[in-house]
């Protein structure tokens, strides 16, 4: 009997010469957040600290990512409940680079080692002190402000806010507060299908446009990320191929690896409930190419944005084109889709090239390489 011979080489899990691992290394949190993600599917809670071991996962680097560039995300749950493994993993992987999400409750508690190792922290905040407090707890917002103030003389890399943008009546100066204590501030539109009531969008306008004014006054690069993602997109789009190979920012159709605390892989953190997405396994080694790949269903391609944007989220493509879910697509995916849309028209109305061109080479340097595209998902 003749063999069919296989002739073609296997796909490649990761695309693109860096991989971000994020581990979830406990999915306990301090916290009660109103709307944590990983609150669908119950998610959080549902495993406590990482199984598998560093030199497992040294293991999986190897056999799947030897030839490229890996850095280390700890996520949770809260990380900082989970010291002992991050240390753990920094003392097996002395040559990462290593950047941490986290409530920022804890963070003053955090031994010199451990801050000493991190490229980036990632802390969540919502905006202002009432829609942090709101949503995350009385005093978190101060005691969050607190703890930066408090590391910052212990903590060699950057710290960057990441604000959950839940509330239409968060400010112009909630946002803009937060760049007097933190390198960079980070915003994403909350994915949730009560986020964007009547009106809410257009307030959410109304701020976008005062951050963009403001991103064009001076000479100083103003570090609010998706602002100089989407500015360093229209200018020099080679990078975004570069990081991404021209997808979604966030990585999660290319080069973002999610490892739940049992060792199992996901594409997306948000959507860790979902086992149609199992994308490998740490501890029985193997992974494949993320689930979450652009689908004729998706209109991204077609939309203005495109060019910088690229998808900004697979989920909500995912849940509202592929899934057919039209109360996530009428009431999340497309709301986002019109504030992206408009953060493109106002940048344009800024002449982003002019701008550039009378910028000093140092600011036009961190707009097109600074770090911190790699620790977030760079769109909103
Ligand atoms: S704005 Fe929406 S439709 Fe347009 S490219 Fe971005 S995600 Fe796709
Ligand atoms: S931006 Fe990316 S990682 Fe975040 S929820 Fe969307 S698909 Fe998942």
């Known amino acids: 009997m003749q063999k069919t011979i296989e002739t073609s080489a296997p796909e490649p899990a990761v695309v693109c010469s860096r991989v971000e691992l994020q581990l979830l290394t406990t999915l306990q949190c301090n916290l009660r957040c109103s709307y944590c993600s990983l609150g669908e599917g119950d998610v959080l809670a549902s495993q406590r600290n990482a199984t598998y071991t560093p030199d497992q996962l040294a293991a999986f680097i190897e056999k799947h990512f030897g030839d490229r560039e890996v850095y280390i995300t700890l996520y949770g749950g809260e990380p900082t409940l989970n010291t002992e493994f991050g240390l753990a993993l920094m003392r097996r992987f002395p040559l990462l680079r290593f950047n941490m999400q986290t409530n920022g409750t804890l963070l003053s508690t955090l031994p010199d080692d451990f801050l000493g190792r991190l490229s980036n922290i990632m802390v969540s905040i919502d905006g202002g002190e009432k829609v942090t407090d709101d949503t995350r707890g009385r005093g978190v917002y101060r005691r969050v402000i607190e703890n930066v103030t408090a590391i910052r003389p212990r903590m060699p890399g950057t710290i960057t806010a990441r604000i959950t943008w839940w ?214």
């Open 167 to 380: 509330s239409g009546g968060t400010s112009f100066e909630d946002i803009d507060g937060l760049t007097g204590h933190f390198d960079y501030v980070y915003f994403q539109f909350a994915q949730e299908r009560s986020a964007y009531p009547p009106g809410s969008v257009d307030s959410r306008k109304a701020v976008l446009t005062k951050l963009i004014e403001r991103f064009f006054e001076g000479d100083r690069l103003y570090p609010i990320v998706p602002v100089m993602g989407a500015v360093r997109n229209k200018l020099v789009p080679s990078r975004l191929n570069e990081l991404s190979a021209g997808m979604t920012q966030c990585r999660v159709s290319t080069n973002l690896i999610n490892v739940m605390p049992d060792g199992k892989v996901y594409p997306c953190p948000d959507m860790l409930y979902a086992g149609e997405l199992l994308q490998g396994d740490v501890v029985e080694n193997w992974v494949r190419r993320s689930p979450l790949q652009p689908t004729p269903d998706i209109p991204c391609r077609e939309c203005g944005a495109y060019h910088f944007c690229s998808g900004n989220c697979m989920k909500n493509l995912y849940l509202a084109y592929v899934k057919k879910n039209d109360e996530w697509r009428t009431k999340v995916t497309e709301p986002i889709c019109s504030l992206i849309r408009f953060m493109g028209e106002e940048i344009d109305r800024h002449d982003p090239a002019a701008w550039y061109a009378r910028m000093p080479l140092g600011e036009r340097r961190k707009l097109v390489e600074e770090h911190v595209y790699e620790f977030c998902e760079v769109m909103p």
